[in-house]
Structures are given as C-alpha cells and as structure tokens.
C-alpha cells in the first residue's frame, strides 16, 4: 500500500474513532462527578465553574437552560427505589415531603430528554400544585393511564424523571447526597 494512501486511511480511521467516542461519552455515557440520594442522581459541576467541556456539552445535550448550582440543584431518577429502571407500562407513587427549597418541581422527560406528549398535558408535579395531607405528605403518581389527583404522564419506553430545586437550603446546596428527597416506589404494571 502506498505511504500517502496508508496514511490518508489512519486519518480516517481515527477521525471516525474520535467522533464515535465523542458521540457516546455525550449522548450515551453517565455524567462522572455524580452523587447520589436514594434513585436520586445529580452532578456537583453542573451550573458550576468546574464543569468541564466534556460536561458542559451533555448539559447543553439534554440539559436544556440549566440554571447555576448556586441557585438551582438538578437530580435525575432513571430507576425507582428499588433500584429497578423505571419502565413506561408501570405506575409508580412519588411521596414524601417538601424538599428543603424555596420551590421545587418533579418532571418527567421522555428518551429523547423532551416533554412526554400527552392529551391531558399533565408533565410535572411541584410546590404550587401538590395536594398535601394534614400532615404534610404529598403523594403523586406517574402513569401511562390517567389517574385521581396528583398524576404525571408517561409512556411505554424508557423516561426520567428530573427533580428541580430552586434556591435549595444551605443544608442541601452544601451536601446534596443527603438532602430529603422523595421515594418512588413502583405500585403495579
């Protein structure tokens, strides 16, 4: 094989090599740095300074219009609390208390990281819109089917959900890991 044709091939190869692995560490690859609360993840170097490239691109990805970590911190749920990945035929029951912020909001984003389309337009749960009990409780579920009170849509396939706080209290913006967040518990498929 000729110098100049062996050559022009290795360019490409490792062209293709560098794109291909560029493609999976953004589109495909969980974000390093992570931290984790019950089936809650959340990354310290989004919204931050110390985000890397790398970092920036994913939260640019599937991110969209992410907030500085100093007024906003994200957690993500691709499974339950049983450690099971959440699954679009299944209903689940999200519960618990105010997480400690100002506001707070629990969307679920379907594979393609955009809002689950349905009839109903029913996308999120959050502090203005919950229903709580007398002592505080909130209890919201995520379906395919539509259900009594406090329901977030989904559909068959794989979703996330995103858990949202706004101007989180000193206490959770300095250890996030153990910040009190709410269960999702699977009820039946």
């Known amino acids: 094989m000729h110098p100049a044709v062996k050559f022009a091939v290795m360019v490409m190869l490792g062209a293709l090599l560098g794109l291909g692995a560029t493609w999976l560490a953004v589109f495909h690859a969980t974000m390093p740095g992570g931290i984790a609360d019950g089936p809650w993840r959340s990354n310290l170097d989004i919204g931050s300074t110390g985000g890397d490239a790398l970092t920036r691109a994913r939260v640019a990805l599937h991110g969209l219009l992410a907030l500085n970590r100093g007024e ?4 993500t749920a691709a499974s339950d609390d049983a450690g099971a990945r ?31 389309p349905n009839p109903a337009h029913r996308y999120s749960v959050s ?3 919950v229903t709580r009990d007398a002592g505080g409780t909130f209890a919201a579920t ?26 989180p209290a000193p206490s959770v913006a300095a250890d996030p890991s153990h910040a009190a967040l709410p269960r999702i518990e699977k009820v039946g498929c």
Request: aromatic share 16%; charged share 20%.
């Open 127 to 129: 502090k203005n819109s």
């Open 72 to 75: 906003t911190v994200y957690y």
């Open 86 to 116: 959440l699954d679009g035929a299944c209903t689940y029951r999200i519960s618990g208390r105010d997480p400690a912020a100002r506001w707070w909001s629990i969307t679920a984003y379907g594979a393609d990281d955009y809002l689950i």
């Open 142 to 167: 995520v379906s395919p089917r539509a259900a009594p009170g406090d329901w977030i849509a989904t559909v068959r396939g794989r979703y996330t959900l995103t858990l949202r706080l706004y101007n």
